[in-house]
C-alpha cells in the first residue's frame, strides 16, 4: 500500500452545541435558585454542578473535538487504520488497528444502532464526531489483543475502502504465513 488516506469527521448535526446550550442554561438557572434558597442548598448545589458537568462532557467529546480517521502504514510497512482527536493543537491518538485485523465493516442507520449489540467478548468504542448521528460505521476487528467494534462516521466510499484495504492486507498476512 503506497497511498494514505485522511478523512477528517466533520458533525452532521447541530444537536450536540444544542445539547450544550441548553445544559448550560439549565446549570445557570439552578446556579441562581441555589443563591436565593434557604433550605435543600446541598441537593440543588450538586444538580447545579452536575448540569455543569454534563455539558462540560459534552463540549469536549463533540464540539471542542476533531476526529481524523487515517489509513496509512506503520515503521514496519503494516498498513494500519488510525482514529486521532485534535483538541486544540493536541493531537491524541485513541485508535490503532492493523487492517488485517479488520473483519467487517457496515453501515448501521440509527435504528439499526440502537438495536445493535456487541458479542460478548467484544469491547465497543465510539468516535463519532455527531451527537445521535443518522448513520454509523460499525468496524469490527479481531486481533491478538482484543475483539472490538468501533463506531465511526463516514462516507460510503470510504466504508467501501476500508473493506477492500483489509481485504487486501488480511490476504497479504495470511499468505505470507
Same mark, same amino acid.
Given at each position: 500500500?503506497?497511498?494514505?488516506?485522511?478523512?477528517?469527521?466533520?458533525?452532521?448535526?447541530?444537536?450536540?452545541?444544542?445539547?450544550?446550550?441548553?445544559?448550560?442554561?439549565?446549570?445557570? &438557572?439552578?446556579?441562581?435558585?441555589?443563591?436565593?434558597?434557604?433550605?435543600?442548598?446541598?441537593?440543588?448545589?450538586?444538580?447545579?454542578? &452536575?448540569?455543569?458537568?454534563?455539558?462540560?462532557?459534552?463540549?469536549?467529546?463533540?464540539?471542542? &473535538?476533531?476526529?481524523?480517521?487515517?489509513?496509512?502504514?506503520?515503521?514496519?510497512?503494516?498498513?494500519?487504520?488510525?482514529?486521532?482527536?485534535?483538541?486544540?493543537?493536541?493531537?491524541?491518538?485513541?485508535?490503532?488497528?492493523?487492517?488485517?485485523?479488520?473483519?467487517?465493516?457496515?453501515?448501521?442507520?440509527?435504528e439499526a444502532?440502537?438495536?445493535?449489540? &456487541?458479542?460478548?467478548?467484544?469491547?465497543?468504542?465510539?468516535?463519532?464526531?455527531?451527537?445521535?448521528?443518522?448513520?454509523?460505521?460499525?468496524?469490527?476487528?479481531?486481533?491478538s489483543a482484543?475483539?472490538?467494534e468501533i463506531?465511526?462516521?463516514?462516507?460510503?466510499?470510504?466504508?467501501?475502502?476500508?473493506?477492500?484495504?483489509?481485504?487486501?492486507?488480511?490476504?497479504?498476512?495470511?499468505?505470507?504465513?
Amino acid at each position: 500500500m503506497t497511498n494514505e488516506i485522511y478523512v477528517h469527521a466533520k458533525p452532521t448535526n447541530n444537536k450536540a452545541k444544542q445539547t450544550f446550550y441548553i445544559l448550560l442554561s439549565l446549570a445557570s &438557572a439552578v446556579t441562581l435558585v441555589y443563591l436565593f434558597i434557604g433550605v435543600y442548598k446541598g441537593i440543588v448545589g450538586l444538580c447545579a454542578v &452536575a448540569l455543569i458537568t454534563a455539558a462540560v462532557l459534552v463540549h469536549t467529546k463533540y464540539i471542542g &473535538a476533531e476526529y481524523y480517521y487515517d489509513i496509512t502504514e506503520d515503521y514496519e510497512g503494516t498498513p494500519v487504520f488510525v482514529v486521532r482527536q485534535v483538541v486544540g493543537k493536541r493531537s491524541t491518538t485513541l485508535c490503532r488497528l492493523d487492517l488485517f485485523s479488520i473483519t467487517k465493516v457496515e453501515r448501521l442507520d440509527r435504528e439499526a444502532a440502537k438495536k445493535h449489540k &456487541a458479542p460478548a467478548g467484544y469491547k465497543k468504542y465510539s468516535y463519532l464526531p455527531t451527537l445521535s448521528p443518522d448513520s454509523r460505521l460499525c468496524v469490527t476487528a479481531v486481533s491478538s489483543a482484543e475483539k472490538a467494534e468501533i463506531m465511526i462516521e463516514a462516507s460510503d466510499e470510504f466504508c467501501d475502502m476500508l473493506l477492500r484495504l483489509s481485504r487486501e492486507a488480511r490476504a497479504d498476512f495470511y499468505s505470507e504465513d
